[in-house]
């Protein structure tokens, strides 16, 4: 006779699938519509689950948020190998280009929500303290990581402010801003300039 799951096990499992659901729900409604006008019924609804069972996984459709970027951090931290420095042989060129190149596999996988947070920062100020703190987690490792590397001759002496800078154009790059990338064109145009951007900045004799 084959061994049944046990309650407990089973409770998780649904559980889980409820969480995710929520989660996933968010995904989709943030291509339809802003974050200003999703509410926790709309998200209820698209998920599944009953309004008390969002809030037993969630306080509120800032802490889906939450959840969907630091998802968003672990896979940035997952595909730089936890922001690891230059391997064995490996030109700084192609360096610049395997960094940009995951931090563009992030805002391809969070599209939707990074692209609406972008928008929603600048008029709610709870996804713009989020936001801030996402990418002053990421500029703090790159800091580190760029300082730590033996061939990096940075343009300025205030690594800090250049890599900010740097991080900033290309997160509008990444999220497609007509303004860094135009409208109508091909993103990877700007994404290839911005693989040559971090290149001069940090390697500019390469």
């Not at 109508?184 to 290149?199: C, F, H, K, N, S």
Request: contains cysteine; hydrophobic residues 45%.
């Amino acid at each position: 006779m084959s061994a049944q799951p046990a309650p407990q096990q089973v409770r998780r499992s649904r559980g889980d699938r409820q969480r995710e659901a929520i989660v996933t729900a968010v995904r989709e409604l943030l291509q339809e519509r802003s974050f200003a006008d999703l509410s926790v019924s709309t998200i209820s609804e698209r998920a599944g689950v009953a309004r008390s069972g969002f809030y037993f996984y969630f306080d509120s459709k800032y802490a889906v948020l939450a959840a969907i970027l630091a998802d968003a951090g672990e896979l940035l931290d997952e595909l730089t190998h936890h922001f690891a420095p230059r391997e064995p042989g490996e030109t700084p060129a192609a360096f610049a280009k395997r960094m940009v190149g995951s931090a563009a596999a992030v805002y391809a996988n969070d599209d939707p929500v990074l692209s609406a947070c972008e928008v929603a920062r600048y008029t709610d100020a709870q996804i713009r303290e989020m936001m801030d703190d996402f990418y002053d987690s990421v500029i703090e490792k790159l800091i580190t990581l760029l300082e730590q590397d033996p061939d990096a001759r940075p343009i300025s002496d205030d690594v800090p402010a250049l890599v900010r800078t740097m991080a900033a154009v290309t997160t509008m790059t990444l999220t497609h801003d007509s303004t860094f990338v135009g409208r109508g064109q091909d993103p990877a145009r700007a994404i290839d300039i911005v693989e040559r951007l971090w290149l001069s900045a940090f390697w500019p004799d390469r």
